[in-house]
């Protein structure tokens, strides 16, 4: 399994993406869909919440589904949260999710380091949330860095050496609403300086639904800097790469054929599923627009989309 991973690493983004016309969801084809799958895979901000508000019909929807025989899993980039934290955060919303049913960019990195054998005598460095320290402890290694590190600042002076830790073995960036210099640098020094230290990184989305009104700067504004000062490219473990499907896959004994997933990014989501051979949804209700999905230079085309997820309860009262 542990070549596989590697594997599907590697070929984030190699598979050709559809070019044929997305279906707009409708009555017909939303019962044929719901016939086809036996799971659905749904990414979370933008979908099933925005920031702490739930996206109308979201409950109702996801009940229908259950209530239909049909898996639901829930597979999101965002790792500022611990799948403990996550769960919580379903059940703060009046959702009720277990934990098992969740899959972030978080519990990934520390999966991906656990698959790889990354010895438990070194130290990972988090530019990130407590989402990524929690996995990471939980998986047995010793995290630095994190929310700890978000009022530090490092000193410009002259003949001043900043100091960091030599045992470190792999450095994990996510999203950080508390980025500075500091963490920059240390990140940076690490893997520039520490032989063989790993850069790994939760996920490269340009922006996401932090709060039900606006989008903010993403992973990918942190993830993009330590590429700069680095001159190296990540290891991406959370989507669109295909590393936790094989994870879910192996959990769930499902086949990719049979799964739908349901997203609002075309880059991330949509392409996550198409990766892995699955049917895909698009909705409108985050971050991809109509218009964005019709430009001419958009070369991801889900099979079908709609404007939230709700929808369905609509189409099998047809």
């Known amino acids: 399994m542990k070549q596989g991973l590697k594997l599907a690493m590697e070929a984030t983004n190699s598979n050709p993406t559809s070019t044929a016309a997305a279906e707009l969801l409708c009555g017909v084809n939303a019962k044929a869909l719901l016939d086809s799958v036996d799971a659905f895979l749904f990414d979370c901000d933008g979908v099933i919440w925005k920031g702490d508000k739930l996206i109308d019909g979201t409950p109702e929807t996801l009940e229908m589904l259950r209530s239909m025989g049909k898996k639901l899993i829930f597979v999101t980039n965002n790792s500022t949260k611990s799948r403990f934290q996550y769960a919580n955060k379903f059940r703060s919303l009046g959702l009720s999710v277990s934990q098992d049913e969740i899959f972030s960019?978080?519990?990934?990195?520390?999966?991906?380091?656990?698959?790889?054998?990354?010895?438990l005598e070194k130290k990972v460095y988090v530019i990130g949330g407590e989402g990524i320290v929690q996995e990471l402890q939980l998986s047995g290694f010793t995290a630095l860095g994190g929310p700890e590190d978000g009022e530090k600042r490092a000193q410009w002076k002259s003949n001043c050496l900043f100091e960091h830790d030599k045992d470190v073995g792999a450095v994990v960036v996510g999203l950080d609403p508390d980025i500075n210099y500091y963490k920059l640098q240390y990140g940076t020094i690490c893997i520039r300086e520490n032989p063989g230290c790993l850069f790994i990184a939760t996920n490269r989305d340009?922006?996401?639904?932090?709060?039900?009104?606006?989008?903010?700067?993403?992973?990918?504004?942190?993830?993009?800097?330590?590429?700069?000062?680095?001159?190296?490219?990540?290891?991406?473990?959370?989507?669109?790469?295909?590393?936790?499907?094989?994870?879910?896959?192996?959990?769930?004994?499902?086949?990719?054929?049979?799964?739908?997933?349901?997203?609002?990014?075309?880059?991330?989501?949509?392409?996550?599923?198409?990766?892995?051979?699955?049917?895909?949804?698009?909705?409108?209700?985050?971050?991809?627009?109509?218009?964005?999905?019709?430009?001419?230079?958009?070369?991801?085309?889900?099979?079908?989309?709609?404007?939230?997820?709700?929808?369905?309860?609509?189409?099998?009262?047809?």
């Open 105 to 119: 960019s978080s519990y990934a990195a520390a999966m991906y380091l656990k698959v790889n054998q990354f010895p």
């Open 206 to 318: 340009s922006v996401g639904h932090m709060t039900d009104l606006q989008e903010w700067p993403g992973a990918g504004c942190m993830v993009g800097a330590i590429c700069g000062s680095t001159e190296r490219k990540p290891i991406v473990v959370g989507k669109p790469s295909t590393f936790m499907m094989d994870f879910l896959l192996q959990k769930f004994n499902l086949s990719t054929y049979r799964m739908c997933m349901v997203g609002d990014r075309l880059d991330t989501d949509i392409l996550f599923g198409q990766n892995a051979g699955c049917k895909t949804l698009l909705v409108l209700s985050g971050v991809t627009t109509k218009s964005i999905l019709d430009d001419p230079s958009n070369k991801i085309q889900p099979d079908y989309y709609t404007s939230k997820v709700s929808d369905f309860l609509n189409f099998l009262g047809e």
